[in-house]
């Protein structure tokens, strides 16, 4: 089964992180960074993407490398718990709102991109 927002514009969803995040007083640099670590994107990559406004099915699918720490994002989205959801993709778009969701209720940048270990 496949999910609409697969097909969704990855761009399209970018302007709302990013508008999410300003309306927080954080940075589009900064919803940027949280992308980059989680996808492996360089900066000329991810804005090639987001210019191409290739869809999320293929923007997971061309990420270099998803971060080998992305068992460390936890929690709830949207009702769900991330860690939980079964199928790859919706996962890593679920971890990609739960990263964005982070950034815009004031949590450290290195504790989004898990660089202190959790106790």
Known sequence: MSHR?????????YLLYVQKAERKKRTKAEVDAVIRWLTGYTAA???KQI???VDFET????AP???P???LITGVVCGVRVEEVK?????????????IDELAR????EKILRETAAL
């Open 5 to 13: 927002i697969y097909k969704m514009s990855f761009a399209s969803v």
């Open 45 to 47: 990559g991810l804005a």
């Open 51 to 53: 210019k191409a406004e």
């Open 59 to 62: 923007f997971f699918a061309k």
């Open 65 to 67: 490398k998803m971060n």
């Open 69 to 71: 720490k992305v068992s």
């Open 87 to 99: 199928d790859p993709l919706m996962r890593k778009i679920r971890y990609l709102d739960k990263l």
């Open 106 to 109: 004031g949590k450290a940048m």
